[in-house]
């Protein structure tokens, strides 16, 4: 019969070879470009959740500085320090250390402490007068008094109409009183911040 059409495959025999190869060709320009899209499409939104993403641990990280236990730089290792505030003060201090209300204690003798207490005009003068005072800094910025006692010395710290008296004690034993824990506490006491 005079028909183009296989019977079996349905294929129109009548269109030219010619226009079948071009055809074909259009539909994978097409398809082509459309994938192209698609990969660009993927690339920018790839990059846009990477930037979210970034931003969500920055902000993570931003937010852990404010929590209770931080890491600070003036440890040398990574330890975990915990936040002690007294009034308007306040310190970070490493494991090995404990804390009362007025008190940053060393856990394995808690007669070695640092202790804070805000005192009257008449008190701070008094521990001025009776003592060879000295200036000193905390936490390079933070201007104090220093003075020494038996077994003791303070700083004095005049801040925000208050008068803070911060004691460090310690036990004249070598084997107790070591350089680690002198160390830990040089790093509490430049460890202070003021609200």
């Given at each position: 019969m005079g028909?183009?059409?296989?019977?079996?495959?349905?294929?129109?025999?009548?269109?030219?070879?010619?226009?079948?190869?071009?055809?074909?060709n259009d539909d994978y320009k097409k398809n082509n470009k459309k994938s192209e899209i698609?990969?660009?499409?993927?690339t920018i939104a790839?990059?846009?959740?990477?930037?979210?993403?970034?931003?969500?641990?920055?902000?993570l990280t931003k937010a852990n500085d404010n929590n209770e236990t931080i890491t600070t730089q003036s440890y040398t290792s990574i330890e975990e320090l915990h936040k002690y505030s007294f009034?308007?003060?306040?310190?970070?201090?490493?494991?090995?250390?404990?804390?009362?209300?007025?008190?940053?204690f060393y856990k394995d003798n808690s007669n070695i402490n640092i202790t804070f207490s805000i005192i009257t005009d008449d008190e701070y003068?008094?521990?001025i007068n009776s003592n060879e005072v000295l200036d000193a800094t905390l936490n390079s910025n933070i201007n104090v008094k220093?003075?020494?006692n038996n077994n003791?010395?303070?700083?004095l710290l005049d801040y925000n109409n208050s008068k803070y008296n911060i004691v460090i004690n310690y036990v004249n034993d070598k084997t107790i009183y070591t350089e680690e824990v002198q160390t830990s506490i040089g790093k509490i006491l430049n460890s202070i911040?003021?609200?």
């Open positions: 028909s183009s059409i296989c019977p079996n495959c349905h294929y129109d025999n009548s269109i030219n070879e010619n226009d079948n190869l071009n055809n074909f698609i990969k660009i499409t993927l790839l990059i846009f959740i990477l930037a979210l993403l970034l931003n969500y641990v920055l902000t009034e308007s003060l306040s310190v970070y201090y490493p494991d090995s250390f404990g804390s009362t209300n007025s008190t940053i003068s008094a521990i220093t003075y020494a003791s010395y303070g700083y911040e003021l609200k």
